[in-house]
């Protein structure tokens, strides 16, 4: 079974569209995140979650909005995407906020 | 702001070679400093160090927390080609409005040459 898992793996869509890509982790753990990897492989945070409750929300465009229907989900849904969106996006959930992280596969998101 | 800055970018080595990763952070409220590997896909654990374990070893791996220095090494002893990937050095917040977050440096890419 798979720890962390995200849907889709790769998503090619045009700008203007709207995207979402959701996550799901049977860890049982209480915290989740959203990253964002750029093309030079620096990983930065976007959001975390803590039992379905917001506790980091960087300094992300408001297009970005993420959903948490339960502690093992959640989700990411960009609006009106642009070239800039283009990344790989992960998920990962820990145990405790701030300690070891496992993270999904990634969803490699291309914006033409 | 959370800071983590690893060096070298990059590092270029033959099999047998040992190296040693560097990592040196800033952070407002310390509660743990990741090692994570990555190769085509996710990011794979390697260590957690704490303020209760400063150091960790796993077979030709081992890393040590410096918190008086702020800095922490991994080290790769007899190196192989399967140990060329990007490594990555977090560092998570214990509190304020910071909580929970993970802070990633800008990794070191390891390429290991037969």
């Known amino acids: 079974d798979t720890a962390v898992s995200q849907t889709p793996k790769y998503l090619v869509t045009q700008m203007g569209n709207d995207k979402s890509i959701k996550c799901e982790q049977n860890l049982g753990h209480d915290t989740m995140y959203w990253y964002k990897q750029d093309s030079k492989k620096f990983l930065k945070i976007m959001f975390s979650?803590?039992?379905?409750?917001?506790?980091i929300n960087e300094t992300v465009p408001n297009r970005f909005s993420p959903k948490s229907p339960d502690k093992a989900h959640l989700n990411l849904h960009i609006n009106s995407l642009e070239l800039g969106d283009s990344a790989v996006y992960f998920c990962a959930s820990s145990q405790l906020a701030g300690t070891e992280a496992f993270f999904g596969q990634g969803t490699r998101l291309t914006v033409v | 702001e959370d800071k983590v800055v690893q060096s070298p970018l990059s590092l270029v080595v033959h099999e047998g070679d040992t190296v040693t990763l560097n990592c040196s952070y800033e952070?407002?409220?310390?509660?743990?400093l990741l090692w994570y590997k990555q190769e085509k896909k996710a990011p794979t654990f390697l260590f957690m160090l704490?303020?209760?374990?400063i150091e960790k070893k796993s077979g030709r791996l081992s890393s040590i927390l410096d918190k008086k220095e702020l800095f922490s090494i991994l080290n790769i002893t007899a190196t192989q080609t399967g140990d060329s990937a990007v490594y990555l050095c977090a560092v998570g917040n214990a509190g304020g409005t910071s909580y929970g977050k993970l802070t990633f440096g800008q990794g070191t890419i390891l390429t290991v040459h037969p």
């Open positions: 704490t303020s209760s374990g």
């Open positions: 979650y803590n039992n379905k409750e917001l506790i």
């Open positions: 952070v407002t409220n310390f509660r743990s």
